[in-house]
């Protein structure tokens, strides 16, 4: 019987994401188009100094979500960042992290648990958004 406690999750979150990067490796092709070219720790510089700027209510940045943001997302997505997060209405991604329409992918579910079908939401992110 599998062990429901943290150090239980833990072992089968790690299962699970070594299968997910494991059936990346066997993944078809990305598709082509516009991709960050950000380096896994400026993402996460970004990713902090938005949070540090919603922690001291700092403004939030209005170019990231105006009219000529919407229509250029419109066109594609070119997310810097695939986000796993709960349900939960009170804690937009977004506004946590300071950024705006389309820079981050997010996984959204009860519990922020990682399944096949989220695992497939990642997997499709890192793949064909870049």
Known sequence: MPRFDRRGFLACAC??????FAALGSAPARAAGPRTNLSPDEALARLKDGNRSFVTDAPFRRETSDRDRRIEIARGQTPFVVLVGCSDSRVPPELLFGRGLGELFIVRNAGNTVDSVAMGSIEYGVAELG
């Open 15 to 20: 299962c699970a994401a070594f299968g997910g």
